[in-house]
């Protein structure tokens, strides 16, 4: 079967950035699947696996603007430190739902702490990264009624 929109996909991967150094994999342990034409996956990947089928192996250059998107230094902020109001020790590296101007939540993630301020960055740890992966198409299957619905795979560790 032919990788197309509404196929759940599995597949081995291995993830490394410009510096050849690895990100992530999957090899040392379960496959991963995704809901193809959902999103569920990085767009260039998604673009470059479409059409593929069980057996093939690719390697993947996906640049900022079709992975994790650029780096964006508007998402860079100084805030208070009594943001973090009931949190006795604030640490660089330490991550938190943040509500943005939309009302939308993301990630933020503490780069800097100088006396009363804190500084923190809503950019996902690899955005302005390209990304280069190492992928092997495992399976591919049609998708149930209820996977379409929800716009994701059900596996053991979905709760619907």
Not at 87 to 98: K, P, R, S
Not at 99 to 126: P, R
Request: charge should be negative; glycine fraction near 10%.
């Amino acid at each position: 079967m032919t990788i197309a929109a509404n196929k759940v996909v599995t597949f081995h991967y291995t993830l490394t950035n410009n510096a050849g150094e690895l990100v992530d994999t999957s090899r040392e342990g379960e496959p991963l699947p995704y809901l193809h034409g959902a999103n569920n996956i990085v767009p260039g990947l998604e673009q470059e696996l479409e059409g593929k089928n069980v057996g093939d192996s690719l390697k993947v250059e996906v640049p900022p603007h079709l992975g994790y998107g650029e780096y964006m230094e508007e998402m860079v902020q100084q805030v208070p430190r009594d943001m973090f109001t009931g949190i006795d020790t604030l640490e660089v590296g330490m991550q938190f739902h943040a509500e943005g101007q939309s009302g939308q939540q993301h990630v933020v993630t503490i780069t800097a702490i100088e006396e009363d301020k804190v500084t923190v960055d809503g950019n996902h740890d690899l955005a302005g990264e390209t990304l280069h992966f190492d992928v092997e198409v495992m399976d591919v299957r049609e998708a149930t009624e209820d996977e379409l619905a929800h716009g994701h795979v059900h596996g053991p560790s979905c709760n619907h």
